[in-house]
Nanobody, 135 residues
Framework: EVQLQASGGGVVPPGGSLRLACTAS????????VGWARQAPGRKREGVAF????????FYEDSVRGRCTISRDNAKNTVYLEIDSLKVEDTAIYFC????????????????????????????WGSGTQVTVSS
């Protein structure tokens, strides 16, 4: 059974920081690029960030660029997403997803051209972790 488990969410005041983690089991994480997406109530799921399987390229959505760092530790089968200077509009359920490694380059190319991550063609979607930014 393949599972991606997201964790690290919580309630944070505006301006605070969170470090989310996505841990995979049942797969070799080093064979997958991993991205984060989020969904707020009543809104469509949107991409946040992506990192290739070898950490040689990343993509950030405009909404988080400059405030967000995606990283990975393949030995731990874990990908992290740190968001700083959190805003109320960052409130959402955050999901991680995995794409086969050969899809990582095309994904970033498309994301850069369109200004947003394509969310299709993911091999696996993980559980969500709730991020609530509130004073």
């Amino acid at each position: 059974e393949v599972q991606l488990q997201a964790s690290g969410g919580g309630v944070v005041p505006p301006g605070g920081s969170l470090r989310l983690a996505c841990t995979a089991s049942g797969v070799r994480f080093d064979e997958y690029g991993v991205g984060w997406a989020r969904q707020a109530p009543g809104r469509k799921r949107e991409g946040v960030a992506f990192i290739t399987s070898r950490s040689d390229n990343t993509f950030y959505e405009d909404s988080v660029r400059g405030r967000c760092t995606i990283s990975r530790d393949n030995a731990k089968n874990t990908v992290y997403l740190e968001i700083d200077s959190l805003k109320v509009e960052d409130t959402a359920i955050y999901f991680c997803a995995a794409w086969r490694s050969h899809l990582g380059g095309p994904l970033i190319t498309i994301a850069q051209a369109a200004g947003s991550m394509p969310l299709n063609d993911a091999s696996y979607w993980g559980s969500g972790t709730q991020v609530t930014v509130s004073s």
